[in-house]
């Protein structure tokens, strides 16, 4: 293997280990989700036509986990190598900064996607669910993993210490996940929250995500593609020039 395939074999190695940890214990909260949310909002919630609320609740908790954990394994890696020591051997290597970006952002994407497939694989009998673009599904999926992975290196490059990363997490990850339209169409909220909702990029990664089930969604797939594809190249240019002046990793 290469330098950047060996790279990202480690990077996954790293999660597989222990994916009771990383893999399970994610599906186990969104089956929770579905189960607390879908049972009491079943007869109260309609929001498209001939679709039920649980069905319109997987894609939303699939794509959740989804975006969180690839941003918590390229974060998690990085800050844990930092604490440790452990980074040092890494930059010994000849090993470019895209080898590190396609290394870490690779492996960011192979656990979101996992455990979007768990959750589809536990939950998924629970509702009616449909592939109507099938091409929509996947390719919002891998935009939004590998976007939440570079992100995750940027927290992690700049975290020192475990509670940075958990602010990080907690403060601004979680917040605009929960707020993405994962429960609820941005349609049921008054006007001055639908317009703040078109300010959040995860949204259009949840929406887009969903379209690729029901053919319906808030807002175009198009106009979502845009969005999240100009995020992704614009989080993906900081997150190269930062490795690449080794920041908080060289000094």
């Given at each position: 293997m290469t330098g950047w395939q060996t790279l990202l074999y480690k990077e996954v190695l790293r999660f597989w280990k222990v994916a009771f940890q990383t893999i399970a214990a994610p599906v186990l909260t969104s089956v929770l989700y579905m189960l607390i949310f879908g049972h009491v909002l079943e007869d109260h919630v309609k929001v498209y036509d001939q679709v039920?609320?649980?069905?319109?609740?997987?894609?939303?908790?699939?794509?959740?986990?989804?975006?969180?954990?690839?941003?918590?394994?390229?974060?998690?890696?990085l800050v844990q190598s930092k604490i440790m020591g452990n980074i040092v051997f890494l930059l010994l290597t000849p090993l470019s900064h895209r080898s590190w970006f396609v290394a870490y952002v690779g492996s960011s994407v192979v656990r979101g996607l996992a455990v979007g497939l768990g959750v589809f694989v536990i939950t998924g009998w629970m509702v009616n669910i449909h592939f109507v673009y099938p091409l929509w599904i996947l390719a919002f999926a891998i935009l939004g993993a590998a976007m939440m992975g570079a992100l995750g290196v940027i927290a992690g490059l700049w975290a020192e210490k475990f509670d940075q990363m958990a602010a990080f997490q907690n403060f601004i990850i979680m917040p605009m996940t929960f707020l993405s339209g994962v429960f609820y169409s941005i349609h049921s909220l008054p006007p001055f929250w639908q317009q703040l909702s078109h300010l959040n990029p995860f949204f259009y990664m949840i929406d887009g995500f969903r379209y690729g089930f029901f053919g319906q969604s808030d807002?175009?797939?198009?106009?979502?593609?845009?969005?999240?594809?100009?995020?992704?190249?614009?989080?993906?240019?900081?997150?190269?020039?930062?490795?690449?002046?080794?920041?908080?990793?060289?000094s």
């Open positions: 039920a609320y649980t069905s319109f609740l997987l894609p939303g908790l699939i794509m959740m986990g989804v975006l969180q954990n690839a941003f918590a394994n390229s974060s998690s890696s807002v175009s797939p198009w106009t979502s593609l845009a969005v999240v594809g100009t995020a992704l190249a614009l989080v993906s240019g900081v997150t190269l020039h930062l490795l690449r002046t080794g920041y908080k990793i060289r």
